[in-house]
């Protein structure tokens, strides 16, 4: 599946700053790294569209699934 940040509910364009987009990108990062089992590495990209920088997170189906994620909360 693909998940957009930057983009509003009803597909309008907001984007967001390259600040908020290499924070996301780190926390998608870590999350996929230490809270999936088993792993997974989603595709991160920056992307500009009507001049607005929007963060595209791509997973695709896994060969080994399901696939579990841990909250670290006992």
Do not use: F
Request: overall charge negative.
């Amino acid at each position: 599946g693909t998940v957009y940040i930057g983009v509003a509910d009803a597909g309008r364009i907001i984007g967001i700053s390259e600040d908020e987009a290499l924070s996301e990108e780190e926390k998608i990062a870590a999350v996929a790294a230490t809270c999936i089992t088993p792993r997974l590495l989603p595709s991160v990209k920056l992307v500009r569209i009507e001049g607005k920088a929007i963060l595209v997170i791509e997973v695709s189906a896994g060969y080994q699934r399901p696939y579990a994620v841990s909250t670290g909360r006992n």
